[in-house]
């Protein structure tokens, strides 16, 4: 699905952060990607939603050189392909829980009958993840683990093949990082999303079907997490 073939990326004041990373992700996987902080795993997560660029490499999805996109193909590309999750929710403090679910909807050009089956999709999918009573609700009326399981299911709405998770249990209590690493790995099983997380909780590596960590600027199996 996804091929990264010796990647390198520096910034100014920090010199090479990627050095000639590659890694291969077939439809269906889990991968997680542990290393300390500063080495890298964000950077690699926005290269790969095309938030960020290279400064070589090649990147192949699905058998589409998407570093050569332009910004319209790039931002089609992330739409219809990719879900981001991130350690801080993010979501629109005006709007209702429901909305923000759907909010992704509105900005694809859907017909009716392709919204209301992806919003039918969505209502299951708050119904599986336990968010489903809290429609109405706004943002700060609901605990961090329930927002960050908002913030799943509006990445998961348009369908996307690949789940970007940066950190994203980083910022709840045990019991919660606990249930969303549960339902992660369910929705990888069920609707065969593939999945790319970032974290640095090894209980939350561990439900990943392939365990990989930073060593020098590249990503070496994690036999150990
Ligand atoms: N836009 C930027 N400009 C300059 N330096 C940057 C930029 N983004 C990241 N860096 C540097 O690149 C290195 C890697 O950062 P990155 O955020 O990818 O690490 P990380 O592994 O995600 O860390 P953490 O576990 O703390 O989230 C860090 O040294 C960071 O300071
Ligand atoms: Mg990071």
Redesign the pocket.
Known sequence: MLRIINITKS????GI?LNNLSLNVNEGDSVSVS????????????IIGLL?SPDKGEIIFRNNKILEYDAEQSASYRNKNIGFIFQDHLLLPYLTVKENVLLPLMASKLSEAEYTEKANDAFKMMEKTGISDLSEKYPFTISGGEAQRVALVRALVNRPSLLLA??PTGSLDRKNAENLGNILTEMNREFGITIIL?T?SASLAGKMSIKMK?SEGTLILDDNP
């Open positions: 910034f100014p004041q920090r952060v290393g300390p902080s500063g080495s890298g795993k964000t950077t690699l997560l926005n960020d940066d950190e970032a640095h930073f």
